[in-house]
């Protein structure tokens, strides 16, 4: 006897004697009927067989009842929304023994952004409650529907996959499940969720479903460029304008999504030397690669690379000038990322640009081309005479360095203080000179711009007012021949002082009556 499955209690069999004159043992479907040269006698008799009751596990399949892989994988999009945790119209709990069930129980075992990580059920379910734990990175959700009732019971033979109400209703709790996960950048470890029930006496199987976590970019990189403001020295070498205060920042998942391009370029007013600034990185060892546009004046990146090598690049933005007089002042460069979708906002980062008191000054006292001038002073004129011509007073240092002071000495004189230098102060150059002292010397002081100067060297003059200035030869019976005094201007910058210029002065005699 070979009872059907999952029947368990009573079971009643009538029998008959058989000879085995006809037949074979284990056959099925057999006429026992009695004839008296049969082999099964007229005698019936009878036995009550007791089949013991063994619990049947119950049984959760997230796809569909019977179904060959009960598990199932899902994909959960960053900000996307919940999603089915199961498939929504088969996923089924059966139990043949148990037509309630006790309840359903639902676990993540691997909550990572723990109350971010939610599970959501249909609460208008009837007679459901809904009960949730949270300890460490476990989270479960159990679902009871009702006061279910732990009795086991034989089967239905007529129908062997029959449930009452209350297994429904837990059956559609399964099948709403779903899952979502409000953090704006969710951790992304695969979530996985395991799924059991309980008759009361036994759980049933283990079945899982598996969640990949898809980010997306959606969020501009943040750069900041610091407060750092470096200084270029004239012919120094180049300086870095960043430094690790430069940061860069995108709360997009770094690991997933890189930079593709960034760009820094000149925004300070055109300046003489533009054609010989550079803007430039070092990008050894990373996927970033930097061209500069000396015309646009800009530096471009470019490559796919994480977000900390663009930081470690963008760190080490290098400036250099190979003027050799460049023009001083601020300069400023604007800065920006981009990671495919978004832009970061532009930053501004600021230097200065200074020059050095490298270069000789440089005076003509005739005129741009001619160095030295020529002039005639008359006797007894009493006039002072300028002493110039058309003054060019240069410093080839760039910007606004300032001169110390013009030297302007009689290097030949003889006539003591009737001879006499003048000039009037321009702007800041004042004129220091005592005939009583040294009338051969006189002082442009400063400091002062090398305009001031210059207008002021403009000024220079002489006069004698000796009756007979020394130095002319005598003529007998003739007018004597002329005097002559040479004077000498040097120009100094505080550290270097330019080569002299001359003005000649030519004193012609007058000759007296006797």
């Known amino acids: 006897f070979v009872p059907a499955v999952d029947v368990y209690g009573d079971v009643s069999a009538a029998y008959k004697a058989w000879d085995m004159y006809t037949g074979a043992s284990e056959d099925s479907a057999v006429d026992t009927t009695y004839t008296t040269d049969g082999a ?14 063994v619990n049947d596990r119950p049984v959760v399949n997230l796809n569909e009842r019977d179904a060959a892989m009960p598990n199932i994988t899902a994909n959960f999009v960053e900000n996307g929304g919940p999603i089915a945790l199961v498939n929504p119209a088969t996923a089924s709990i059966w139990d043949v023994d148990h037509f309630q069930l006790q309840y359903l129980e639902v676990t993540l075992v691997n909550s990572t952004d723990g109350a971010d990580d939610v599970l959501l059920v249909d609460t208008n379910i009837a007679g459901l409650a809904v009960t949730e734990t949270r300890s460490g ?22 129908d062997l996959t029959y449930r009452d109400n209350q297994t429904v209703l837990l059956e559609a709790a399964l099948r709403s499940l779903r899952y979502n996960n409000s953090a704006d950048e969710p951790e992304l470890s695969e979530r996985v969720f395991t799924f059991r029930v309980s008759d009361g006496v036994e759980v049933s199987d283990v079945v899982e479903t598996r969640v990949t976590m898809v980010p997306i970019n959606d969020h501009a990189p943040e750069l900041d460029v610091g407060t750092q403001r470096a200084e270029f020295v004239e012919q120094a070498g180049a300086v870095v304008l960043t430094g690790s205060e430069l940061s860069i920042n995108d709360t997009d998942h770094n690991d997933v999504f890189g930079l593709v391009s960034g760009s820094v370029w000149f925004v300070s007013p055109m300046t003489s030397d533009r054609e010989l600034e550079t803007l430039s990185v070092s990008t050894l060892g990373y996927n970033v690669s930097a061209v500069y546009n000396a015309t646009a004046g800009m530096l471009s990146l470019g490559g796919l690379a994480t977000v900390s090598e663009y930081e470690a690049v963008l760190q080490t933005l290098t400036y250099n000038n190979s003027a050799v007089e460049p023009i001083p002042g601020e300069r400023a460069v604007d800065v920006q990322v981009f990671d495919g979708a978004f832009t970061s906002t532009v930053e501004r980062v600021w230097f200065d640009v200074s020059v050095v008191n490298d270069r000789v000054p440089f005076v003509n006292l005739g005129n741009a081309t001619v160095k030295n001038a020529s002039v005639v002073f008359v006797e007894e004129s009493g006039t002072p005479i300028s002493l110039v011509g058309s003054v060019v007073l240069t410093d080839a240092d760039s910007g606004d360095l300032l001169l ?64 007979e200035p020394l130095g002319a030869g005598v003529v007998a019976d003739g007018d004597d021949l002329s005097a002559r005094r040479v004077v000498q201007v040097t120009v100094n910058d505080g550290d270097f002082t330019s080569d002299p210029a001359f003005s000649v002065i030519e004193i012609d005699m007058v000759n007296d009556p006797p």
């Open 404 to 467: 110390e002071w013009v030297r302007v000495e009689i290097v030949d004189g003889q006539d003591g203080s009737a001879e006499v230098l003048g000039a009037v102060g321009v702007g800041n150059v004042s004129v220091e000179y005592d005939g009583s002292v040294d009338p051969y010397v006189l002082i442009l002081r400063g400091p002062a711009s090398v305009s001031d100067f210059e207008a002021t060297v403009q000024t220079l003059e002489y006069k004698n007012t000796a009756d």
């Open 137 to 158: 990175a476990s989270y479960t959700m159990r679902l009871v529907v009702g006061a279910p009732s732990g009795a086991s019971h034989p089967p239905l033979l007529s």
């Open 40 to 53: 099964y006698s007229a005698a019936i008799g009878s036995i009550t067989i007791n089949v013991t009751s």
